[in-house]
């Protein structure tokens, strides 16, 4: 009988020790075979575009494959929600702009609840908005662009990346701001809404500026403005909001990452580390910035605490705005 009970206590201890150390040995053989960050949102706009430039040195750091799929749909949601159904097994992650924190107040249902179904990674840098004109529209400056509006109520209108955006609503507070009456056009990414905006269609534009900081900087379109709170090291010449008297309405695109719930703590430690190493490296920093994307980085501790308070930011400009929920 004593030794029956010695044996069950080792086992116990056994069990104990296998449990506690699993993560540990799943982040040592981590990754041995490809893995999958979905990118909820067409190739061509902000979040694609850094993750791109991530995912090519995680390839190389971790000897292993990791690909992007884009699965664009509903602002975002319907990539987001195939994440939350793969396995918390680190070879699924999702790569997200800020639509994860918009649109738990923008839609009517949701297919997933952010803060349970998702384990925050990393918040791997942000890009601005930034309000555009084609080169053919009159307004020169931000001023300018404001008076025309405020001086012809419901004629112009001003192109987005679509629902489940900050810029859609970086709009809104402008329009709450000055009592503007314009039209805002949703395009289906920021790709799509770039094209519109070059060929003229849809001159006035608010978009994530590492969608067309390259149109910028080869003189094709104008920026009048930016929403961060400094300017850009790329584009020095373009001024924020607040420099204009404009002030709190801040707002950007971020590259979150994340994984399912459940998924590994030691996983989800190794995959912050590198992502956030990378987009340090001298190489990395210079083509995010040159994409109009500041590099963070930040703990995944931090990146959760920004998720939440996002959350909540956007909730109250929805609200004050009367936005219908979709």
């Not at 030794?3 to 982040?27: E, F, K, R």
């Not at 040159?290 to 990146?303: C, R």
Request: net charge neutral; charged share 20%; proline share 7%.
């Amino acid at each position: 009988m004593r030794n029956g009970v010695a044996i069950s206590a080792l086992l116990a201890v056994a069990t104990v020790v296998v449990l506690t150390a699993a993560p540990v040995l799943q982040a040592a053989d981590y990754p041995d075979h490809p893995v999958r960050v979905i990118v909820p949102f067409p190739p061509g706009g902000a979040t694609d575009i850094a993750g791109r430039i991530i995912v090519q040195k995680l390839v190389e750091r971790l000897h292993q494959q990791f690909y992007i799929e884009n699965i664009a749909g509903a602002g975002g949601n319907i990539g987001m929600a195939i994440a939350t159904r793969a396995a918390n097994d680190g070879y699924t992650v999702l790569l997200s702009s800020s639509s994860i924190v918009v649109n738990p107040n923008l839609y009517r249902s949701m297919p997933f609840d952010v803060e349970k179904d998702f384990i925050p990674v990393t918040k791997a840098g942000a890009s601005p908005n930034s309000w555009e004109v084609n080169n053919d529209f009159p307004a020169k400056t931000m001023k300018e662009l404001i008076g025309l509006i405020k001086a012809n109520p419901g004629k112009y209108s001003v192109a987005s990346p679509g629902n489940g955006t900050t810029p859609p609503l970086a709009i809104e507070m402008l329009k709450q701001a000055f009592g503007l009456n314009f039209i805002t056009v949703p395009f289906a990414g920021g790709g799509p809404m770039a094209q519109s905006l070059l060929g003229g269609f849809t001159p006035i534009s608010c978009n994530a500026l590492a969608t067309t900081a390259s149109f910028i900087q080869a003189g094709k379109i104008r920026a009048l403005a930016v929403t961060s709170k400094q300017r850009l090291e790329t584009l020095p010449d373009v001024p924020t909001l607040a420099e204009l008297g404009i002030k709190d309405e801040e707002s950007e695109t971020m590259a979150g990452v994340f994984v399912p719930a459940g998924t590994s703590p030691a996983i989800v430690s190794l995959l912050q580390k590198e992502i956030a190493a990378i987009v340090q490296l001298p190489d990395v920093r210079k083509r995010l910035l040159e994409a109009a994307t500041i590099p963070d980085g930040d703990s995944s501790a931090d990146f959760a605490a920004y998720v939440k308070s996002e959350i909540a930011k956007w909730k109250r400009v929805i609200e004050a705005g009367k936005i219908e929920k979709i």
